[in-house]
């Protein structure tokens, strides 16, 4: 598995990331395994779908994370994973990209290109059997938004049947950092339809309402709304790394994710997401946990309490003490007293994949301990909403044609926005159009 983290905010997310890889995979921050990987077993708690093994014993991260400018980069090299990564999984420029995916995509100097292409491709080859690609960025910095797409591009074409998946943390309407952000994030969200299997976003205004009423954060920083990405992503891909009686590939999630291309699009629920101080007072069973991971507060894109979340298709990645029995009877339940809306076009549903390994926590996050929880990937019309906010965005900025000269100077036109903005609501309208007709089907 090779892992690809773009921008300012994906460097950020690597941050949260290793270090809660390395702690699940009883790996140093100097990549030495520890006395407690040293003392098991075989394949017990392999880490080789993550980090590659040097022949003098240490662990490397399959990974490359690149930005424009060096600031976070920086804090990484000089931090207490600075000798954790290989240096040329550590690419940086000297300048940003100005909050402009124009500038991001065409400006960005071939050097850094180049190189991130050359990075790549020997993290693939340093592979014995490449799993899949994942790209994590946001979709609202320049960075990550122009030089993530143009990576993307690349990697299609290089390893085009190889799985990708893009990670992708959404700007919202009311918690943007710049009002440049949804002309990004609607360029940003156009590429990965033609470019890669499937795309899962998240939006900060869920994770900073997890951090206040799930969590008790009263002041999230970014490092707290990664780790929680961090642990969502852990979740993710436990089943390519610990064993367990059922697994979910790369390969399966397209195939069950996917009921058609342009519907490529999933949103995750996590359970349980309780402060340490709840965590201590009990423990919740399957049935609990897997009504859980549907409710909306435990969504990482925020939804309007009155609408009606319809699903596609899900897959579900349990950790810890899940019997397969019980998941399947929870399920049932739930869909046959209409608590979970289904398709009707999509009998099944479902995919399941569990891990005996329970999620590790690292104690800042504030997470609490579970024996047991889940991770949901689900193709449902909850992917609107955000979608819906974003194309109504930039149709406000285009009306007034509202900071449009900063992207034609880099060489971007009107019409590559509009073209993006009308394939978005084509798919808004695709969503929608579902959501009206089972909610009918549902209703009457």
Same mark, same amino acid.
């Given at each position: 598995m090779v892992q690809i983290f773009v921008g300012q905010g994906?460097?950020?997310?690597?941050?949260?990331?290793?270090?809660?890889?390395?702690?699940?995979h009883f790996i140093t921050p100097s990549g030495e395994p520890s006395a407690c990987l040293c003392g098991q077993e075989q394949?017990?708690?392999?880490?080789?779908?993550?980090?590659?093994?040097t022949q003098r014993g240490f662990y490397v991260p399959r990974t490359l994370i690149v930005d424009t400018e060096p600031s976070v980069l920086d804090e990484i090299r000089t931090g207490v994973?600075?000798?954790?990564?290989?240096?040329?999984?550590?690419?940086?420029?000297?300048?940003?990209?100005?909050?402009?995916?124009?500038?991001?995509?065409?400006?960005?100097?071939c050097s850094i290109v180049d190189a991130s292409y050359n990075s790549i491709r020997h993290l693939a080859e340093a592979c014995d059997l490449l799993h899949g690609i994942i790209f994590y960025r946001t979709y609202g910095g320049g960075t990550g938004s122009g030089l993530g797409c143009r990576l993307l591009q690349h990697t299609a074409d290089e390893f085009c049947k190889i799985s990708?998946?893009?990670?992708?943390v959404i700007p919202g309407v009311t918690l943007s950092s710049g009002p440049v952000e949804p002309y990004n994030a609607v360029l940003a969200t156009q590429v990965p339809v033609e470019h890669v299997n499937l795309v899962s976003l998240v939006d900060n205004m869920a994770l900073q309402r997890i951090c206040f009423c799930l969590l008790k954060i009263i002041k999230p920083s970014f490092t707290s709304l990664n780790r929680i990405i961090a642990q969502c992503m852990s979740g993710l891909t436990s089943t390519f790394r610990f064993p367990g009686p059922t697994t979910i590939t790369m390969m399966d999630l397209y195939t069950n994710l996917v009921p058609y291309p342009d519907a490529h699009f999933a949103m995750i629920g996590f359970a349980p997401l309780f402060d340490l101080e709840t965590a201590c007072k009990g423990q919740v069973d399957t049935t609990q946990l897997t009504e859980l991971v549907f409710a909306p507060a435990n969504q990482l894109v925020h939804q309007h309490?009155?609408? /009606?979340?319809? +699903?596609?298709?899900?897959? &579900?990645?349990?950790?810890?003490?899940?019997c397969v029995r019980e998941v399947n009877t929870c399920i049932d339940e739930m869909r046959s007293s209409n608590r979970l809306p289904f398709?009707?076009?999509?009998?099944?549903?479902f995919k399941v994949g569990i891990s005996y390994q329970p999620m590790t926590i690292i104690e800042a996050s504030r997470i609490g301990p579970s024996d047991t929880s889940v991770m949901?990937?689900?193709?449902?019309?909850?992917?609107?909403?955000?979608?819906?906010?974003?194309?109504?965005?930039?149709?406000?900025?285009?009306?007034?044609?509202?900071? /449009?000269?900063? +992207?034609?100077?880099?060489? &971007?036109?009107?019409?590559?926005?509009e073209n993006s903005l009308g394939g978005l609501k084509k798919l808004e309208a695709d969503y929608n159009s579902v959501r009206m007709l089972d909610y009918a089907l549902h209703v009457f």
């Open positions: 994906g460097a950020q997310i690597a941050d949260a990331c290793w270090e809660l890889f390395t702690q699940e394949g017990d708690c392999d880490g080789s779908a993550f980090f590659n093994l994973y600075r000798n954790l990564f290989q240096p040329s999984s550590l690419i940086s420029g000297c300048e940003d990209s100005a909050s402009n995916f124009a500038r991001g995509y065409y400006s960005t100097p990708r998946m893009d990670f992708g309490e009155e609408e /009606l979340n319809m +699903y596609l298709t899900c897959c &579900l990645f349990y950790r810890g003490n899940a398709v009707d076009w999509c009998p099944t549903g949901a990937l689900h193709n449902s019309t909850l992917f609107r909403t955000p979608l819906h906010e974003l194309t109504k965005a930039v149709e406000t900025l285009l009306q007034r044609n509202a900071f /449009l000269h900063w +992207y034609m100077a880099e060489g &971007l036109e009107r019409e590559e926005i």
